[in-house]
């Protein structure tokens, strides 16, 4: 099994783990039942996660669930990678702020954009939101609410949820006027 090498202040310099270590710091972080345990894995594991071997198994996990078509893993591996990276080139406390601000921003997005009535409150609430509109954090939120509305029966929600992330996509790939046009089209 590959050997990693880091430096730990807590363990003291040039401490060895492997594979199965990292992997399990790795586990502990992405599992945590909440936000605050999700934190305390980050700063217990600095050294492993923040390490460039670490940075490379999560991108190998985000690999996997590639090949697997997995999105809802995907996306949410890919908000934990930009957090990491984001601590990595800053600091955990920096980077912490920032991504418990996009949780949030996305979750407002998410409520109003869900809740939208009519295609002019839907336009408004898609221009307030639009720095968000396409990060992963919000792609996962509705990806995860048109799931539980499928397993709820909530047929039209559901369908209703899927429109809304087919505007999203647009959004992503043309810009909001172009695609805000293709989607009156569709109305």
Known sequence: ???????????????????????????????????????R???QHRAILLSDDGLSLVRQVIKEH???????????????????EDAKST????????????????SSAHDAITRASTVPQLYETLRTHEAVLCTDTLKLQLLETSAQEHVARNTATAQHVEKLMRLQTEICA???PIAWQRFLNTV
């Open 174 to 176: 043309y810009g909001l």
């Open 41 to 43: 894995a980050l700063k």
């Open 1 to 39: 099994m590959k050997q990693y090498w880091y430096n730990d202040a807590d363990a003291g310099s040039g401490s060895q783990f492997d594979l199965v270590r990292a992997f399990q710091a790795i586990s502990e972080f992405a599992s945590a039942p909440t936000w605050e345990d999700t934190y």
């Open 66 to 84: 590639e090949a697997e078509d997995d999105a809802l893993s995907i996306l949410n591996w890919r908000q934990y990678l930009t957090l990491l």
């Open 91 to 106: 600091t955990i406390a920096k980077a912490w702020k920032r991504f418990k601000l996009l949780q949030w921003q996305a």
